[in-house]
Each structure stands twice: as C-alpha cells, then as structure tokens.
C-alpha cells in the first residue's frame, strides 16, 4: 500500500513495448482476489457470483477533465478510478470482487505510469478484496481509464434510487466537500490542508456503509459523484418524492470551513454541491436505527403537485448555486 | 434488425442535450433481456448469474483505429463493437447476457450517430438474447467505445487458451480473411464484394459455435480478432505446444480469392493473418465429433526444445508474412 513515486525507474514507453508487452508486464503481476476464477490473459476473465447476480458498473476518465497528469501521479489516478467505480458497487449495497480495466494511451505513455496506474488500481480494489481481473490496451491521442466494477450482493435485494418514501430521513456516511476544497487550492495554485488534496486526487469511499446501510433497511442509496444535491435529485426523480436538507446538519470540519473562508467560497456549497467525493447518501424508515458513520441531514416529503417545484430544497428553499456537474459542460 | 440510415433526423448534438439528455434519451429506450434485472439508471447495473459464475470482457474501440466514421455508421461501430466483446465470451464457451457501454465523446457528436450506436449495440446483443444494461457517457476530444460483456457458462467448465494437448485437432468456425478484404477495398477505394465490406465494418461472429465446442469437448478456445496465426500463437504459447496448419484445408471461397488476385494480395495472407473477423479457433480431441461448422486445419504437436522454434507453421514452416497487429504499430 505504499506509494511508488512517479517516473523513477529507468523508463520505457509503451509504443516500445507494445500491446503484449504492456499486458504480461503489469496485468498479469497483479495478485487476485478469492472471487476471480480465472484472471487477465485468456478472452475472458472468470468471476465468482456466489448469489446468482452481478452487479456491474462502468466510468470513464478521460485525462485533462477528470485528472491531470501534473496534479497526479498514475498511482493516485489508478485508485481513484477503482474507488469510483467501487462507490457504485456500494451504493447498491453490495460488495466488490473484481475490476475490468480498459487502458487507451498514446504510445509515449511511460511504462512506469502504467505500471502506478496498475498498482493503485490493485490497491484500492484491495480494499474490498477485488482485484483487476482482464482488460484491454489501445493506442490513442489521448490517455483515457475505461473501468468496470463486478460484485456480489451477498444475497440482499439491491438498494436502488427508486425506493424513498415521504416520512424517509436522508443520511450520509463518508466526506463531504474535501474533493471540491481539494480541486479550488490546485486550480489556485494555492497551499491548504493535505487531506483537501489527497482526496480530489483519491477519493476515500466508505465502502463497507453500503452493505451495512442495506442491512438496517435502507429506501434508496446512491454514491456522491456530481455533488450531494444534484444525486440526491436523482432519488427524488427516480422515488417520485421531495427531499430538504437541513444546513446545520452537516458535521463540517473547522479545517475545511477555515479553508474555504480563505478562498472566498461558502463552506456549504463545497458540501452540498462538490462532486467527487464518492460518499453514500441514503434514505432510511424514520425508526431505522442507524449504522455508525452515518449523518441525518434531511427529510423526505411528497413532492409538491405544482410542476418545476424543486426536489431537492436546503431548508425549503432551492440552493443558490449551481447543483452538479454535467460533463458536456452544459450548465 | 433494420440498419437506420446516419444522420437523417433534425439533429442535436450531445453538447446541447448533456450527459443526463443522453443517457434519457438512449440507453433508457433500450429493451432489455431476460438477464438483465436492473438496467440503465441507477448506481449500477444488475445481472443474473444462474451459474454462480460470470464471464467478462472489455474491449475498446478508437475512433481513426478501429473504425472510421466516413466509412462506417454508428449503427455498424455499435455492431461490430458488441460483436468484439460477445465473442470473447463465446470463445471461452459462454453465451453473452449484457453489455455494459462506456462512450467518450466530442460535444458536437451527432445525437443521430449516438443513437445509431445504441440500436446497432442493442441488436448485436439481442443475436445472443443479451442487452445493454448500463455505461458512462463523458465527454472527450476524440470519440471512443468502451465496450464490457457479460456471460453466463450454463454449468460448463471454461475453454480457456492454454488445454491444448499434443495429438489435438485445430478448427475454426467463421469466416476468416474477409475483414481483411473489406479492409484492403475501402484503404485502395476499390469496389469489391459486398460482404467483404459488410463483415469489414461489422463482423458476424459464430457466436452458438463457443457453446457448441465447448459441449463437443474444445481442449482450448479463442477468437480471432488479430489473425489466426497470432492467435493460435496465444493458444501454442498458453498450452506450451506447437500448432501447424494445411493450408489446403481452408475452404476459400472464389469470390474472396478473386479479390485477392485482383488486389496482388495472397489470399492466404487474408486467412492467416487478417484481424477483426471474430471466427472461432478450437483445439479437439483427434477422436471428437465436430459440431457443424467446424473447419479442421492443422493440428497440435509437442513443442521442440530448441528455443526460437516458432509456436505456429503453415505445412512445417513459418509464414513469411507479419503474423498479426500490434495495436503500439510494433511490427
């Protein structure tokens, strides 16, 4: 779990190497978890899914707008795409056993980027006891992570966005704003708290409070990519309900409140709005006795009859700013 | 099962509809199949698993490398990249069950060509009763498919790379050399056969013929997506034995080796060597009943000790031309 530094060893590309080459360097060095039946190197990879289901899941990160080669090394964008990818697996509950990873690179791409890239990737699926189990590698003009995350429900319905209903409370386990802190002090150039960094360059996922908000009876769950009022909006569309958060709620760090007084910016709208931070957000029964690391910050309502009533309100109100991200870039 | 012609409709791009427009407006209209038990919309997709047990594949294709779109539709890239993965899955004796589709796309893409994609994915993967369950849409300089299938063994132990034995026989089912063929046509703007171009932007793998060998008792199984001479390299290498192939045994047809004669080409050269036709290649055992449809071509013998004694000949020789694609352009 320790961090290679980036770049150090004597460097080949993988235009030198070439496609083979890549795939018996880095894939098939890497260790597998219990679950993977048969790894990278055949057609196909073999996954064990001992409850008759797969979850499955896929994002792509596209270099220059979902990570920057200077802000990050190939380490910390390799477990960023599997905490995301992961988040997903735990957001409907269940737990994940192994990555497919599709890598497009221009042929200059250091080898030894590739390689970081192969060992956060295996870190991060470590975590859950997942491993990258097959892939593929093209030449491309630009650097781009195709990942796909397989895994188990152990056995439990899937939490899905469709299922909160009015009387619900809302509740969050993970951060919240420190990925958003994080990008603001990189694009300022400027120094801040190094959890601030860390995190917009890797995510932290509390993956075991998916399972675990499943068991205790969670409505609706979803992970937190484009920033916790425009997903929780997805519930409310997809549950046909209102949500309304409550500001004073939020357990916000002194750290990160300091931070963004001296950006300018308003604390709040780092927590409510930043993407990327991949915590879970989830609506329970009002009598749920909830897991530990989660936090009740809002309520579910009907929604209102009346049309472009908001679904998501902060204290009854919609928020001012702008609710997510949308990666066409239209606002 | 019709093909839509590109580009007819009043047309927006993706940079007007964003990223949720997208996913709305496509990957939601989207029958799904029998396996597929949540689809597009929530956190992650759901599949069935009846045997306890899932295939996986990725692949990813790259706009200018493996498809061109003055030369193909999206609906044929849609095909032709289900077409790649499903393979794959056959090749280790499965049968496909659902699709997960990552696209990276420039802003001012055709919502027309993301469309094409989506119907040409949906009908490749109903060919096997499968369907798109899921994906990521992002928005990218260069246009890119990300492709994941899923599949399910029905209670078979996989066909993987490396059963071969000394004494087998080596047979394919498909087509070999035509994609090849398309390919030389469309680079020198020559007219040709129709199916040559056809299979060129769309292949047709023999997808019940995985399954099929696999219950006959295939010792060893793979698609040929870079020639079968670099294929069965894979299988000699992966068995630690040798292969050696007759040529008279390829049924060529005359139209293809007209074509060839036409182009200068040999047309052993396609057979051998041509990529992306996504046929079968299987070793048997030498007493095995062949399925219909199997081609016998060479067969399996012990590997000599001298090292540089190549893995795969053609009547006991290396074949003079380059036996496959390296993705990097290594040749």
Same mark, same amino acid.
Request: glycine letters at 12%; hydrophobic letters at 40%; charged letters at 20%.
């Given at each position: 779990?320790?961090?290679?530094? +980036?770049?150090?060893?004597?460097?080949?590309?993988?235009?030198?190497?070439?496609?083979?080459?890549?795939?018996?360097?880095?894939?098939?060095?890497?260790?597998?978890? #219990?679950?993977?039946?048969?790894?990278?190197?055949?057609?196909?990879?073999?996954?064990?899914? @001992?409850?008759?289901?797969?979850?499955?899941?896929?994002?792509?990160?596209?270099?220059?707008? /979902?990570?920057?080669?200077?802000?990050?090394?190939?380490?910390?964008?390799?477990?960023?795409?599997?905490?995301?990818?992961?988040?997903?697996?735990?957001?409907?509950?269940?737990? %994940?056993? !192994?990555?497919?990873?599709?890598?497009?690179? +221009?042929?200059?791409?250091?080898?030894?980027?590739?390689?970081?890239?192969?060992?956060?990737?295996?870190?991060?699926?470590?975590?859950?006891?997942?491993?990258?189990?097959?892939?593929?590698?093209?030449?491309?003009?630009?650097?781009? &992570?195709?990942?796909?995350?397989?895994?188990?429900?152990?056995?439990?319905?899937?939490?899905?966005?469709?299922?909160? #209903? @009015?009387?619900?409370?809302? $509740?969050?386990?993970?951060?919240?704003?420190?990925?958003?802190?994080?990008?603001?002090?990189?694009?300022?150039?400027?120094?801040?708290?190094?959890?601030?960094?860390?995190?917009?360059?890797? @995510?932290? +996922?509390?993956?075991?409070? %998916?399972?675990?908000?499943?068991?205790?009876?969670?409505?609706?769950?979803?992970?937190?990519?484009?920033?916790?009022? $425009?997903?929780?909006? /997805? &519930?409310?569309? *997809?549950?046909?309900? !209102?949500?309304?958060?409550?500001?004073?709620? =939020?357990?916000?760090?002194?750290?990160?409140?300091?931070?963004?007084?001296?950006?300018?910016? *308003?604390?709040?709208?780092?927590?409510?709005?930043?993407? *990327?931070?991949?915590?879970?957000?989830?609506? =329970?029964?009002?009598?749920?006795?909830?897991?530990?690391?989660? #936090?009740?910050?809002?309520?579910?309502?009907?929604?209102?009859?009346? @049309?472009?009533?908001?679904?998501?309100?902060?204290?009854?109100? +919609?928020?001012?700013?702008?609710?997510?991200?949308? #990666?066409?870039?239209?606002?």
């Amino acid at each position: 779990m320790t961090e290679p530094s +980036p770049g150090s060893t004597s460097d080949y590309t993988l235009g030198q190497i070439g496609e083979f080459g890549l795939i018996n360097r880095v894939a098939r060095t890497v260790r597998q978890g #219990h679950a993977v039946l048969i790894g990278p190197g055949d057609d196909a990879a073999l996954v064990s899914t @001992p409850d008759g289901r797969v979850v499955a899941s896929t994002d792509l990160l596209v270099e220059g707008r /979902h990570f920057r080669r200077d802000w990050s090394t190939g380490y910390q964008v390799g477990r960023k795409a599997a905490a995301q990818n992961l988040a997903d697996i735990a957001a409907m509950g269940g737990v %994940g056993s !192994a990555l497919l990873v599709g890598l497009a690179a +221009p042929a200059d791409l250091p080898l030894s980027w590739a390689k970081d890239l192969s060992a956060g990737l295996a870190d991060e699926a470590a975590l859950v006891g997942a491993s990258v189990a097959g892939g593929d590698t093209v030449g491309s003009e630009i650097l781009l &992570i195709a990942v796909t995350a397989l895994g188990d429900l152990q056995g439990r319905a899937p939490v899905t966005r469709a299922g909160a #209903h @009015p009387g619900d409370i809302v $509740a969050y386990a993970g951060e919240l704003g420190w990925s958003a802190c994080g990008l603001e002090l990189l694009l300022r150039d400027m120094d801040g708290p190094k959890p601030a960094l860390a995190r917009h360059r890797s @995510p932290e +996922p509390p993956y075991e409070q %998916g399972p675990a908000a499943a068991r205790a009876g969670a409505t609706a769950m979803l992970d937190i990519s484009d920033g916790l009022l $425009a997903d929780l909006g /997805h &519930i409310a569309e *997809e549950s046909s309900v !209102a949500i309304d958060l409550d500001p004073a709620a =939020f357990p916000i760090e002194d750290q990160l409140r300091e931070t963004a007084r001296k950006c300018g910016v *308003e604390v709040l709208d780092w927590v409510l709005t930043g993407g *990327e931070d991949h915590a879970l957000a989830a609506c =329970f029964p009002p009598d749920v006795e909830l897991p530990p690391g989660w #936090h009740v910050v809002g309520r579910v309502s009907e929604r209102a009859e009346a @049309p472009d009533t908001p679904l998501v309100t902060v204290s009854g109100h +919609p928020w001012g700013a702008t609710p997510g991200w949308d #990666h066409f870039g239209r606002s």
